[in-house]
């Protein structure tokens, strides 16, 4: 009912930059909080950093400072900067939203299939 697609991954070196995109498509009728989580191998998925429909930024707290969430309500899209990145910041990223449906009208989380985020010399 509800897609959603990531882009903007690939290989960077240590101390580079990466901008993440996430765009949102189908049957939608509302888009609440939408957010950015990863899943680094062997490890569980975490949370980056949320974003409210007014606004309001969440982060976790490696993220606070080097990562910028933003969104485009217009374009149903979440983007996340990421500056200053490091070795432990490759992981899986994944998008995330907190979607009503125009189907249903009830509210769930969906959930990308994840773009992969290398950062090595």
């Known amino acids: 009912q509800v897609q959603l697609v990531e882009s903007g991954g690939g290989l960077v070196q240590p101390g580079g930059s990466l901008r993440l995109s996430c765009a949102a498509s189908?049957?939608?009728?509302?888009?609440?909080?939408m957010g950015w989580y990863r899943q680094a191998p062997g490890k569980e998925r975490e949370l980056v950093a949320t974003?409210?429909?007014?606004?309001?930024?969440n982060y976790e707290d490696s993220a606070k400072g080097r990562f910028t969430i933003s969104r485009d309500n217009a374009k149903n899209t979440v983007y996340l900067q990421m500056m200053s990145l490091k070795p432990e910041d490759t992981a899986v990223y994944y998008c995330?939203?907190?979607?009503?449906?125009?189907?249903?009208?009830?509210?769930?989380?969906?959930w990308g299939q994840g773009t992969q985020v290398t950062v090595s010399s």
């Open positions: 189908g049957s939608i009728f509302s888009i609440n909080a």
């Open positions: 974003i409210t429909s007014g606004g309001s930024t």
């Open positions: 995330s939203a907190d979607a009503i449906g125009t189907r249903f009208r009830v509210s769930a989380i969906y």
